[in-house]
C-alpha cells in the first residue's frame, strides 16, 4: 500500500456513491494543485515554496500549545526534517523567530515576526481563491466552509490523527461563571483569541454536541 493511503477497512461507512467520492477527490486535487500554483507564483518574489506558506499560515493560527516544530510537522503531514529544513528558511529570511518555554526547556516555541505576518498577508489567501470566493454567494460560501469542514473531520476521524480545531469545537473548553475562558486540560485562563487559534491538543465534541457531523 502506498504510504499515507488508508486501508479501506479503516474508512467510516460512506453511503455515497463511488462515482460522487471520485468526482470530489478529482476536484480536491484540481483544487490543490491550482492552490500550491498560486502560492508558487505568489511565493517566486519572496523566494519561497508553497510548503514555506503553509509553515507560515500555520504559525499564524497556531496557539502557544502547538508552535513547536512536532505539531507543525503533524498538521502539515510532513516529516520532522522536512518541516525543520522550512523552518531553518523561514529563519534565515527574518520571517520566523523561536523563543524558549520558560516552564519547559526542552520545548520550542516559533512565532512569526513581523516580516513574516506581512508575507503570509501577501500568501494567503490565494488571489484567485479569494476571487472565486467572492463570486459565489454568502450561502454558497457557509454551505461549502461547514462542508468542506465536516469532510475534513470525518478524513481525521478515520485517519485516528489530531484534529487541530479551535476551543469552540473542543470538549475541554470551559466558560467560567464570571464569563472568563479557560482550557480544562491544561487549567490555564484563555483570551478571546487564544479561543481562535489552532490547537494541537483539541478534542472534538461528541457530534450532536457540536452540531455537526
Ligand atoms: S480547550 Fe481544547 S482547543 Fe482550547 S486550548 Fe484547551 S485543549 Fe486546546
Redesign the pocket.
Known amino acids: 500500500m502506498a504510504p499515507g493511503r488508508l486501508p479501506r477497512a479503516s474508512l467510516p461507512r460512506d453511503p455515497a456513491p463511488a462515482a460522487e467520492a471520485t468526482r470530489l477527490h478529482e476536484l480536491l486535487e484540481r483544487l490543490g494543485a491550482a492552490l500550491r500554483a498560486e502560492a508558487r507564483a505568489a511565493g517566486a518574489d519572496l523566494g519561497l515554496q508553497p510548503v514555506h506558506a503553509e509553515v507560515l499560515g500555520y504559525l499564524g493560527r497556531c496557539?502557544r500549545?502547538s508552535d513547536g516544530p512536532l505539531a507543525l510537522a503533524e498538521y502539515l503531514g510532513l516529516t520532522k526534517g522536512t518541516v525543520s529544513q522550512s523552518i531553518a528558511l523561514l529563519e534565515r529570511r527574518g520571517l520566523v523567530a523561536r523563543g524558549d518555554d520558560p516552564a519547559d526547556g526542552r520545548k520550542v516555541h516559533l512565532r512569526l515576526t513581523p516580516a513574516g505576518k506581512r508575507a503570509l498577508a501577501r500568501l494567503v489567501p490565494a488571489g484567485g481563491l479569494e476571487a472565486g470566493a467572492d463570486a459565489l454567494g454568502h450561502a454558497e460560501r457557509a454551505a461549502l466552509l461547514t462542508a468542506l469542514e465536516g469532510l475534513l473531520r470525518a478524513l481525521q476521524r478515520a485517519r485516528g490523527g489530531r484534529s487541530f480545531?479551535?476551543?469552540g469545537t473542543?470538549?475541554?473548553?470551559?466558560r467560567e461563571p464570571d464569563g472568563g475562558r479557560r482550557?480544562?486540560?491544561?487549567r490555564e485562563p484563555?483570551t478571546e483569541r487564544?479561543?481562535t487559534l489552532l490547537?494541537?491538543?483539541?478534542?472534538g465534541l461528541a457530534p450532536a454536541a457540536a452540531g455537526g457531523p
Open positions: 496557539n500549545y480545531g479551535v476551543c473542543c470538549r475541554h473548553f470551559l482550557c480544562g486540560l491544561t484563555l487564544d479561543a490547537c494541537r491538543e483539541h478534542e
